[in-house]
C-alpha cells in the first residue's frame, strides 16, 4: 500500500524515497465485506506509512470531509464494495468519482458480488453505472457468477 494513490502537492522523488517518506491513508465504506476491513486493518498495524480510515456508509459528504483534512502529500486510496452484500444496496459510484476527480486518489471496487449479474457485458456495477474505466482498481471473485475457485485483481498497467 505505500505506493498507493496519487500524492497530492507532493514534489517528485524516486520511488524507493517516495515510498519511504509518503503516508498513505485507506478510506473504507463502513459497510465493507470483512476481507476488506481485515486487509487494510492488518495494513495500518504493520508499523509502516498506512493509516485507516472510515467513511460512513455511501455518504460521499463524509468522505469529502475526511478526504479534505488529508495532508498534501499523502496518499490516499478509497475502497469499497460495488453491491453490499448484506443490505442489496450499491455503492455510490458516481459519487466516488466526482470526489476522485477532486482528490486524485486511487478509488478501488470490490466486484464480487456485481461482477457477471451487474453491466450490459457483467463487468459489474462500475460497468452499469458507467464509471468502469474511471475506477483504478477492479476486485473479484469467480465463486460467485463464474461458480470457479479463484478470483482477480484488474488494473492498467499505469496503476500496476
Given at each position: 500500500?505505500?505506493?498507493?494513490?496519487?500524492?497530492?502537492?507532493?514534489?517528485?522523488?524516486?520511488?524507493?524515497?517516495?515510498?519511504?517518506?509518503?503516508?498513505?491513508?485507506?478510506l473504507s465504506d463502513e459497510l465493507n465485506h470483512a476481507s476488506i476491513i481485515d486487509g487494510a486493518r492488518l495494513a495500518a498495524r504493520a508499523g509502516g506509512q498506512v493509516s485507516l480510515q472510515v467513511y460512513r456508509h455511501n455518504d460521499m459528504g463524509h468522505l469529502d470531509s475526511l478526504l479534505a483534512a488529508v495532508p498534501s502529500g499523502?496518499?490516499?486510496?478509497?475502497?469499497?464494495?460495488?453491491?453490499?452484500?448484506?443490505?442489496?444496496?450499491?455503492?455510490?459510484?458516481?459519487?466516488?468519482?466526482?470526489?476522485?476527480?477532486?482528490?486524485?486518489?486511487?478509488?478501488?471496487?470490490?466486484?464480487?458480488?456485481?461482477?457477471?449479474?451487474?453491466?450490459?457485458?457483467?463487468?459489474?456495477?462500475?460497468?452499469?453505472?458507467?464509471?468502469?474505466?474511471?475506477?483504478?482498481?477492479?476486485?473479484?471473485?469467480?465463486?460467485?457468477?463464474?461458480?470457479?475457485?479463484?478470483?482477480?485483481?484488474?488494473?492498467?498497467?499505469?496503476?500496476?
Amino acid at each position: 500500500l505505500a505506493s498507493v494513490g496519487s500524492a497530492r502537492g507532493a514534489p517528485a522523488a524516486e520511488p524507493d524515497q517516495q515510498q519511504q517518506q509518503q503516508q498513505v491513508v485507506v478510506l473504507s465504506d463502513e459497510l465493507n465485506h470483512a476481507s476488506i476491513i481485515d486487509g487494510a486493518r492488518l495494513a495500518a498495524r504493520a508499523g509502516g506509512q498506512v493509516s485507516l480510515q472510515v467513511y460512513r456508509h455511501n455518504d460521499m459528504g463524509h468522505l469529502d470531509s475526511l478526504l479534505a483534512a488529508v495532508p498534501s502529500g499523502t496518499r490516499c486510496l478509497v475502497i469499497t464494495d460495488s453491491l453490499f452484500s448484506m443490505d442489496g444496496d450499491f455503492a455510490d459510484l458516481r459519487g466516488l468519482v466526482a470526489l476522485k476527480r477532486r482528490y486524485g486518489f486511487l478509488l478501488a471496487v470490490d466486484e464480487a458480488h456485481a461482477t457477471l449479474v451487474c453491466g450490459a457485458n457483467g463487468g459489474g456495477a462500475a460497468e452499469l453505472m458507467g464509471v468502469g474505466p474511471d475506477v483504478d482498481v477492479h476486485i473479484g471473485t469467480l465463486s460467485k457468477a463464474v461458480g470457479a475457485q479463484g478470483g482477480f485483481v484488474a488494473c492498467s498497467s499505469q496503476v500496476r
